[in-house]
């Protein structure tokens, strides 16, 4: 099955290579994409593709819009706005405001907020090193320092945003679940 399913992820227009390991420690499929590609339209056929082959569900989370839910961190507000090819990433304090200007991909996105995050709140910056949506619709970010791995956790329900913001709170260290508040976006 892994050479057949290998193979047919190697026929998705837009693909560039692909590593699928199911044993290893870093179990997974890492996927590099063809310079220019849809990212989108990749990610798409590879659901479907997944789904056809038992790999992944085929119900999709839910998104519900219009719903919303305080940001965790008191005093921190923050903005994620599309923008041609991309997103524009704002965080800001009373007294300091920083923002990014980042590529669509999910660790483009993770990134340029704790970068943003941790400017604003004046911590030594952390590389964020993976991204995904399980399927009970949990968002989680790793981040390291160079020497330990963090992650952070966002429920997907509470959208995309909310999701992105507790989680990436939750590697920079500004949110822990004994220390829940609400902010305004």
């Known amino acids: 099955m892994v050479s057949s399913l290998l193979s047919r992820l190697e026929d998705i227009p837009g693909v560039a290579s692909v590593v699928v390991d199911l044993e290893g420690f870093g179990r997974g499929i890492d996927v590099r994409l063809q310079p220019g590609a ?20 085929d119900r999709q989370p839910e998104v519900k819009v219009g719903r919303a ?9 923050v903005r994620i706005t599309p923008a041609e090819r991309g997103a524009r990433i704002e965080v800001a304090t009373k007294s300091v405001r920083s923002f990014r200007v980042v590529a669509a991909t999910p660790i483009s996105v993770a990134q340029g907020l704790a970068d943003a995050w941790c400017q604003v709140v004046g911590r030594i910056p952390l590389e964020i090193v993976d991204v995904w949506v399980d399927s009970d619709g949990r968002l989680t970010v790793v981040a390291s320092d160079g020497e330990n791995e963090t992650r952070g956790v966002g429920q997907v329900a509470d959208g995309w945003r909310n ?23």
Do not use: C, N, W
Not at 69 to 77: H, M, S
């Open 69 to 77: 839910r305080p940001a965790p961190v008191p005093g921190v507000a």
């Open 163 to 185: 999701a992105l913001t507790r989680a990436v709170a939750g590697v920079i260290g500004e949110v822990t679940e004994e220390k829940e508040a609400a902010v305004s976006f």
């Open 38 to 57: 849809d990212e989108i339209a990749v990610m798409e056929q590879m659901h479907a593709l997944l789904a056809a082959y038992g790999v992944r569900s």
